[in-house]
């Protein structure tokens, strides 16, 4: 599984102009309205990185539990949910080992966690886990990232974000393996402050999936498909149905 190291102390100042927590959070809702025979009360937020989306989810009257493999990403929500005073609970828990000894309503996966689960019996461990831990017809809905959106290899990127007291400058180089589906993610991190600059890199690996894949999983492990939509949207998610190229893919699964 991926780990955030230092990456995590910046990433949200890197993802904020990326991902609109906001609009995504609506978005779930009215897919809650859509899916649901009655408003969700429980959410587990499966990878929820620094907790962005649990703590609006908390706003905004649910009951959150967020859980990350990452022990740094998780001492940043904590400290999120105390500096805003939300109940929100943070637990460190590999999603592969799901062990909450509670049940949820729905279950969300957002932006990239999907991906770390690089094998066959990465998906099952989850799956089983869901099973375990979702109510009777409870939802699990997720965000993977589909093989035919994958850009040539190798992919290079640059980002520049800056802050009051420091510039940094995020160069990233990504290679697909269309043996494995497997997408290695270079980052090399360059922090510039008034008299100092420091550098530091990470290596990330995603598996990305097609949606025929995805549907036959969900099937293998007592899920079915109930919608997919296109999730690359950034100003607006109308729900429109994923092409072949499209990158990012929400799935909303149901328990068979």
């Not at 009215?30 to 937020?45: A, E, S, V």
């Not at 589909?146 to 940094?168: A, H, I, K, M």
């Not at 100003?235 to 893919?249: N, W």
Request: hydrophobic share 40%; charged share 30%.
């Amino acid at each position: 599984m991926g780990v955030y190291g230092r990456f995590a102390q910046r990433y949200d100042l890197i993802y904020k102009g990326i991902v609109n927590y906001k609009q995504e959070t609506d978005a779930f809702e009215k897919l809650f309205k859509k899916f649901c025979k009655k408003r969700p009360m429980t959410i587990l937020d499966v990878g929820c990185g620094t907790g962005s989306h649990s703590l609006l989810f908390s706003e905004r009257g649910y009951s959150v539990t967020g859980i990350d493999i990452s022990k740094r990403m998780i001492e940043l929500a904590k400290r999120k949910a105390s500096k805003e005073g939300s109940n929100v609970e943070f637990i460190v828990q590999d999603m592969r080992k799901l062990d909450l000894s509670k049940r949820f309503d729905c279950a969300i996966c957002a932006f990239g966690g999907f991906g770390y689960l690089l094998t066959y019996t990465d998906l099952t461990r989850l799956f089983a886990g869901l099973k375990k831990h979702l109510t009777l017809k409870g939802l699990f809905i997720f965000e993977f990232w589909n093989v035919g959106g994958v850009r040539p290899s190798p992919y290079q990127t640059w980002l520049r974000v800056e802050e009051e007291d420091f510039v940094l400058y995020r160069l990233s180089e990504s290679d697909f393996d269309p043996q494995t589906n497997i997408l290695t993610m270079n980052f090399n991190f360059i922090e510039v402050h008034k008299r100092t600059a420091e550098t530091f890199n990470e290596t990330h690996k995603v598996r990305c999936y097609t949606l025929p894949e995805i549907k036959k999983y969900l099937e293998d492990n007592g899920f079915e498909l109930a919608g997919a939509f296109d999730w690359n949207a950034k100003d607006a998610v109308d729900f429109k149905l994923p092409g072949k190229e499209t990158f990012r893919i929400l799935a909303i699964a149901k328990q068979v």
